[in-house]
């Protein structure tokens, strides 16, 4: 028996059974979206490295520059097509598919969990429920049933917002660290005697209604902005929840952002929301994406 070709950390090897099972998943996506009117387009492996890059591997090229492995699909698309979209009409709906590669993942798995397949619209104010409603379509096109998943909506800067009430002062990463960790007695040894907002922050942590706690903290705004994708995943048989300090895969969402959980797996299947592109070196679009990890959707399909 021939041994396995090590390989690094993150990177995709599949065959036989597995490898056309991918395939033939992938196709199907595609071949939704397309029908939809999404453009398909193929996205760079590779880029230059710029300043505030995500950690990923990187070599120096012939030329003495230093280029990265593609870590992520969003922001790619949208530093590789936001000079196209000057002078196009809009909106813009383009769709993709492959790996990207993160020097150390989260975790191994027994299938690929770094194998996307995702969708960006340009140009759509507000896209984050459609975005989430063609997201739960691809779960349901793939053998995910509604039964089997969890949606988690939140709002980009809503810990933010959270912590700033609480703590009176803008907080800290390491204490945005401790939201996400919901250790709220290491919270409150910093925010001082202010109780109403402890209690709104340990309410709002744990996932208590936010009728409860959001006009305390002053993030009922906020959270009116979440409340469209809550229903619609309610309303499509999905249990559905208010995350107050997401770990959001990626830092450009600036409007509401979601995770759809597989029960199986205990992982994510698929993540999205809305966030800005430069056009062109003009004003910023408005634009709302999301993407599939095809790898965890089959295993909890």
Do not use: K
């Not at 969003?74 to 002078?87: C, D, E, K």
């Not at 409603?133 to 793939?142: G, S």
């Not at 009176?168 to 005697?193: I, M, W």
């Amino acid at each position: 028996m021939i041994a396995p070709v090590p390989v690094p950390a993150g990177v995709l090897s599949l065959s036989g059974a597995a490898a056309r099972r991918q395939h033939q998943a992938e196709r199907r996506c595609l071949d939704l979206l397309q029908g939809r009117g999404f453009e398909l387009v193929y996205l760079p492996v590779l880029e230059y490295a710029g300043p505030g890059s995500a950690p990923a591997y990187r070599f120096v090229d012939p030329t003495g520059r230093v280029v990265a492995v593609r870590t992520d699909f969003t922001p790619l698309a949208a530093r590789v097509l936001g000079r196209s979209l000057q002078g196009t009409q809009l909106p813009v709906q383009v769709c993709y598919a492959g790996e990207v590669v993160r020097p150390q993942p989260t975790r191994l798995r027994r299938l690929p969990e770094l194998y996307q397949v995702g969708f960006e619209v340009y140009g759509v104010e507000g896209g984050g429920l459609g975005t989430l409603e063609l997201t739960l379509d691809l779960l349901v096109e793939l053998g995910v049933p509604p039964s089997s998943c969890l949606v988690t909506v939140s709002v980009a800067q809503l810990t933010e917002r959270i912590l700033a009430a609480v703590l009176g002062r803008s907080p800290q990463v390491g204490e945005l660290e401790l939201a996400q960790t919901r250790d709220v007695d290491a919270l409150a040894e910093r925010a001082g005697g202010n109780v109403a907002a402890l209690e709104a922050l340990e309410a709002a942590l744990w996932g208590e209604p936010a009728e409860r706690w959001a006009a305390t903290l002053g993030v009922a705004g906020e959270v009116e902005r979440a409340a469209p994708l809550l229903a619609c995943a309610r309303g499509r048989g999905l249990q559905s929840a208010l995350d107050a300090a997401p770990r959001l895969a990626g830092g450009y969402y600036e409007g509401v952002a979601f995770a759809a959980w597989g029960r199986a797996t205990r992982a994510v299947l698929a993540a999205g929301g809305e966030y800005r592109v430069e056009r062109g070196g003009q004003r910023s679009l408005p634009a709302a994406g999301a993407s599939l990890a095809l790898g965890i959707v089959l295993e909890e399909a």
